[in-house]
C-alpha cells in the first residue's frame, strides 16, 4: 500500500524563491527521505531525516518531521533552474521489511528562470 | 564512473516476447533492489536480494524472475510481455539494506510493449 502522499502534486515558482513540498504518510516510521528526481533520470537521494528529529538541513534543503501528524515538508530556498525536478518522499516504516522503503507519488516543480 | 548502470536503457518489443534487464553496481553494496515506475511516475518496489538473497518480493506476476548472480549484478528477466508491463524499471543499491538506508538508483530502462 502506498504510504507517501505528496502535496501538491505540481508546484511552478520563480528563480530565487523558496518552494515548500509535503509528504503525509500512514503508518510508524523509523526515518523518511527526500529524493530528486530529473527528466528521464533516476532518483538521487537528498536527505534523511530519522523519527527522533525534527528538523535536518543540508545546504539550501530544510526538512522537517513531526511524527504526532505524521507529515513532513521539505523547502529548497533561492530556488534555482537546475532545481526544475520531481521530488519523491519516502518512508521506512518501524514494522514490517527492515529493507523496505515505500514511495510517495511526487511533487513537479518547475523553476522558471 | 557509473555507480548502478541499467542495459538497455530503452526497450521496444512485441507483446508476447521475453526480454531481459541488467543491472551491475560498483559501490560495494550489499543490497540491490527493482522498482517499477507508472506512467503517473508511482514507484514502487518489486524486489530486493541482499548478498545474493532474496528478501523482498512484492506481489509480482511471476512472469516476472529476478536473478542474483552475485552481489553486484541483479538482473530482471520478464517472460511473455504483456501491454501493462510497459513503464520504467529502475535499479537501485544501498550498503546493507537495514534499517532503510538511502539508495542509489540507475537511469532506468523503459521499456515499451507493442
Known amino acids: 500500500s502506498q504510504q507517501g502522499e505528496e502535496d501538491p502534486q505540481a508546484l511552478s515558482i520563480q528563480e530565487g524563491e523558496n518552494a515548500t513540498m509535503n509528504c503525509s504518510y500512514k503508518?510508524?516510521?523509523?526515518?523518511l527521505q527526500w529524493y530528486r528526481q530529473n527528466s528521464g533520470r533516476g532518483l538521487v537521494h537528498l536527505i534523511l531525516i530519522r523519527s527522533n528529529e525534527r528538523e535536518k538541513h543540508s545546504g539550501r534543503l530544510r526538512v522537517t518531521l513531526d511524527t504526532s501528524k505524521k507529515s513532513s515538508s521539505l523547502l529548497i530556498t533561492a530556488s534555482r533552474a537546475a532545481d526544475t525536478a520531481s521530488y519523491f518522499c519516502?518512508?521506512?516504516?518501524?514494522?514490517?521489511?527492515?529493507?523496505?522503503?515505500?514511495f510517495g507519488k511526487g511533487t513537479l516543480l518547475t523553476v522558471n528562470p | 564512473d557509473t555507480a548502478v548502470s541499467q542495459t538497455p536503457k530503452y526497450l521496444v518489443t512485441q507483446m508476447g516476447n521475453d526480454k531481459s534487464i541488467k543491472c551491475e553496481q560498483n559501490l560495494g553494496h550489499d543490497t540491490m533492489y527493482w522498482y517499477k515506475q507508472d506512467s503517473k511516475k508511482f514507484l514502487k518496489i518489486m524486489f530486493s536480494y541482499n548478498n545474493k538473497e532474496l528478501i523482498i518480493n512484492e506481489t509480482v506476476p511471476n512472469r516476472f524472475s529476478p536473478k542474483s548472480p552475485d552481489k553486484a549484478h541483479l538482473n530482471l528477466h520478464i517472460n511473455s510481455l504483456e501491454l501493462g508491463d510497459s513503464a520504467v524499471y529502475f535499479c537501485?543499491?544501498?550498503?546493507?539494506?537495514?534499517?532503510?538506508?538511502?539508495?542509489?538508483f540507475g537511469d532506468g530502462t523503459r521499456l515499451s510493449i507493442l
Open positions: 519516502a518512508t521506512r516504516s518501524s514494522g514490517g521489511s527492515n529493507y523496505k522503503l515505500t
Open positions: 503508518t510508524s516510521i523509523n526515518n
Open positions: 537501485a543499491s544501498s550498503p546493507t539494506g537495514q534499517g532503510g538506508q538511502p539508495q542509489h
